[in-house]
């Protein structure tokens, strides 16, 4: 295999098992979101405020040790931490905007999963990684059915679902990895 993915021909146990125990986790919080999805939902808006919120403290901290005077500067610093907070304060209040921007998610993960299935073809779980890719398009076509509506549950369970598929594709991975000997 040449290209972007000749590594996967020369992985070693360790890399296999990493993959492995990786899938387990991604399958084990996919289930959760899809069990919980109220959550999952309140979850990924939570760690979106909390990127945000870093993201302003280090502009903030920038602005401040390059003695900032501009006024569009700090503004520009504070913005992200100033949603961020408000997205803690108002996690629900998110929720449908951030499904909407999942669905844009899901459609670029499923073009993408399914182009890259197809270049690792016939490597072993590419066909999981094309079902991935199929499943994300159907995930992003249902959203548009029920957007607005109940968003905060099928934000939870896209997540979800994608987390578990994504899970399986790299248990799949580890399973079909040549060993150096």
């Not at 990924?44 to 901290?61: D, N, P």
């Not at 968003?151 to 580890?174: D, K």
Request: proline letters at 3%; one cysteine or more; charged letters at 10%.
């Amino acid at each position: 295999m040449n290209g972007a993915f000749s590594f996967l021909v020369s992985m070693d146990e360790r890399l296999a098992r990493n993959l492995k125990i990786f899938g387990i986790v991604l399958c084990i919080i996919g289930l959760i979101g899809i069990i919980a999805p109220k959550i999952m939902a309140v979850a990924v808006s939570i760690v979106i405020a909390f990127m945000l919120i870093f993201t302003g403290l280090v502009l903030c901290f920038f602005s401040y040790i390059t003695g900032q005077k501009k006024k569009m500067a700090w503004i520009k610093a504070v913005s992200p931490l100033a949603l961020g907070l408000f997205i803690i304060l108002k996690p629900f209040a998110l929720i449908v905007v951030l499904g909407f921007a999942i669905f844009i998610y899901f459609i670029l993960e499923g073009v993408t999963s399914m182009t890259l299935a197809l270049e690792l073809k016939p490597w072993s779980g590419w066909r999981l990684l094309f079902i991935n890719g199929v499943f994300s398009l159907a995930l992003a076509g249902l959203f548009i059915l029920f957007w607005p509506y109940s968003t905060h549950w099928y934000l939870g369970w896209m997540v979800g679902i994608s987390l578990i598929l994504n899970g399986i594709f790299f248990i799949a991975l580890s399973k079909g990895v040549q060993i150096d000997q």
